[in-house]
């Protein structure tokens, strides 16, 4: 009922800044809370960011707290995820998420929609 798909990634040189964002369509009209999570080969997929329906609450993963910025324009229906500072930790497949409710959550079993993922490589 609800596609997600995930754009802005891109290579990178350390100290550098992307903005990811993630476009839903599909059942639209709904108060979905989003997150953004990242994956790297023989590693779970681990928590980023996430943002409540309203954009009032948001939450960090302590490796992004003060470099990344999650955002959200519900009239667009699209989230973002600014990443500034870039490091070479930060190279992953990033994701977004969505679940059917207006609270955000930090684990992946806790959401019901997942895009398709976009590369982020960050060079030192």
């Known amino acids: 009922q609800v596609q997600l798909v995930e754009s802005g990634g891109g290579l990178v040189t350390a100290g550098g800044s992307l903005r990811l964002s993630c476009a839903a369509s599909g059942r639209t009209f709904s108060n979905y809370a989003k997150g953004w999570f990242r994956q790297t080969p023989g590693k779970e997929r681990e928590f980023v960011a996430a943002i409540s329906y309203s954009g009032s609450s948001t939450y960090y993963a302590d490796s992004v707290k003060g470099r990344f910025t999650i955002s959200r324009d519900n009239a667009k229906n699209t989230v973002y995820l600014q990443m500034n500072s870039l490091k070479p930790e930060d190279t992953a497949v990033y994701y977004c998420?969505?679940?059917?409710?207006?609270?955000?959550?930090?684990?992946?079993?806790?959401?019901?929609?997942w895009g398709q993922g976009t590369q982020v490589t960050v060079s030192s």
């Open positions: 998420a969505a679940r059917n409710s207006l609270v955000a959550r930090t684990l992946p079993r806790e959401y019901d929609y």
